[in-house]
């Protein structure tokens, strides 16, 4: 397949009579099952964040409340936002890479084990004895009920992962969803992190010993997975941004041999986490290891794309392939999620101690990521089954925009009130909210957060009506079965 091959937002022709059942290579009932289940799971954590933005603005209402409950709900927020919306979408780009002889129907029993399991967070968050320990990368609550959640939803992500597709040698010429070279690098990368990240907590279990306490033993087990869970995120939103530009612009920002060698600078030092995990979690170089993977192992490959994603950009600009940086939806994502990027970057050389500016930078980081798969989620409709009606269109081009935006001032907002103390992880009667500079953050905080809530809602309602077309047009269901 041409590099110079992507998707676009316009409805394609009907196809022909002996093209309407997909290619072999490509499993899109799978794509459809795990598309739905992660916007699914970006609706229940928008619900969530709502929740948290009450939390912490009642004090400036006056209003004092237990945390207990908003602290189950952040658990609940964190582990839908940051690993079932993540990892769900993810899974289900992978279900588009085409594949000769994969291992039919892992990948759709594997979105039904992993909805199981999003069932069971939601149920844990009400349960009053499920007591929200509230570690870095994946937040637990310590209760038999969650931790069966979590397991379901990694078998889930497992079975999607393993059907061969991540395998080059297995690699078909196309698809009837076309995915440009570079990009299936990059979604394999990612494939590659989340499997690495696992393997890192399974030793990570079995080199932490008995006689910690809850807290202090899930944030050591989790500490190396999250590290490596970051640069898996990190990668599917590289690919995300090479799908993106290569519909808009005609061509890939960037060849397969630049993209192997990029993504293989992002993954090669993650084999080093299993190794580093069997260490055991409190040993020195395995707690220094997983940072400097993070610090130094993601932000130089991912900026020096993002400088060839740019270029690419500018040259269509020149030759007058692209008419504005805002004017086409794919673009405008690329750039709500570029920016939000570069300012967790920036925001996280500015950590020092425990105070809100951690949490703004990865709220940045995560929004980055966010926002560059709701717009790609606007390409994948239409191929899957589920076109946007034309009077919801124009919205794509700003959705990602608004969401971009709210986040933005989000991070900007809890970063300043944390550069004044703020505490993190505090809610309710817990947060004391001492100087007027961190009222005003607070305040920035909360106003950004609702805009950004404002962006979700608004990508849940176009997708929903792309949705309900789909469900009402039969016609939709027998071109891509």
């Not at 890479?97 to 967070?121: D, H, I, N, Q, T």
């Not at 990694?154 to 969803?177: I, K, N, S, Y």
């Not at 869970?229 to 005609?250: D, F, H, K, N, V």
Request: charged share 10%.
């Amino acid at each position: 397949m041409s590099e110079r091959e992507g998707l676009t937002l316009e409805r394609s022709s009907p196809l022909p009579a002996r093209a309407r059942r997909a290619p072999p290579a490509q499993d899109l009932p799978a794509a459809r099952a795990w598309l739905a289940l992660s916007l699914g799971t970006l609706l229940l954590a928008g619900l969530t964040a709502v929740l948290l933005v009450v939390g912490r603005l009642l004090p400036l209402l006056g209003v004092t409340s237990g945390g207990g409950f908003f602290r189950r709900c952040l658990v609940v927020h964190v582990d839908l936002a940051l690993v079932v919306w993540f990892y769900a979408f993810l899974a289900g780009l992978v279900a588009l890479l085409p594949c000769r002889r994969p291992a039919a129907g892992l990948s759709r029993a594997g979105a039904g084990v992993a909805a199981l399991g999003v069932l069971l967070l939601l149920v844990g968050m009400f349960n009053p004895d499920a007591a929200p320990i509230l570690c870095n990368y994946v937040p637990v609550l310590d209760h038999p009920l969650h931790l069966v959640a979590l397991g379901a939803i990694a078998l889930g992500t497992v079975l999607a992962l393993a059907d061969g597709r991540l395998l080059p040698g297995r690699e078909a010429p196309a698809g009837q969803v076309p995915v440009p070279p570079a990009a299936r690098v990059g979604l394999r990368a990612a494939g590659v992190a989340v499997l690495l990240a696992l393997a890192t907590l399974v030793a990570a279990v079995a080199a932490t010993p008995d006689g910690f306490l809850p807290d202090a033993r899930w944030e050591l087990v989790f500490w190396g997975p999250g590290h490596i869970l970051q640069a898996a995120s990190a990668c599917a939103m590289a690919a995300a941004w090479i799908l993106l530009l290569t519909a808009a612009l005609g061509e890939a920002p960037v060849g397969r041999g630049a993209a192997s060698a990029l993504f293989a600078v992002l993954v090669a030092p993650l084999l080093a986490g299993p190794l580093l995990a069997a260490r055991g979690p409190a040993d020195i170089v395995s707690h220094t290891g997983f940072t400097s993977l993070m610090r130094w192992g993601i932000a130089p490959a991912l900026l020096v794309l993002l400088v060839l994603c740019a270029r690419a950009v500018a040259r269509a600009r020149r030759d007058g392939r692209l008419s504005g940086l805002l004017a086409d939806a794919r673009v405008a994502g690329f750039v709500a999620s570029a920016s939000l990027t570069v300012l967790g970057m920036c925001l996280g050389a500015a950590i020092s101690g425990s105070n809100t500016v951690i949490p703004a930078h990865y709220h940045a980081s995560v929004g980055g990521v966010t926002a560059s798969f709701m717009a790609l989620t606007y390409l994948l409709l239409e191929p899957l089954g589920a076109p946007i009606p034309a009077r919801l269109r124009p919205l794509t081009r700003w959705q990602p925009l608004v969401y971009g935006a709210g986040q933005v001032v989000f991070a900007i907002g809890f970063a300043f009130s944390g550069l004044y103390g703020l505490a993190r992880k505090a809610y309710g009667a817990e947060q004391v909210v001492r100087t007027t500079s961190e009222t005003v953050g607070l305040a920035v905080m909360g106003l950004g957060g609702l805009v950004a809530v404002a962006g979700g809602a608004l990508f849940v309602t176009i997708v929903g009506a792309a949705w309900r077309a789909r469900a009402a047009d039969p016609a939709q269901e027998e071109v891509v079965a």
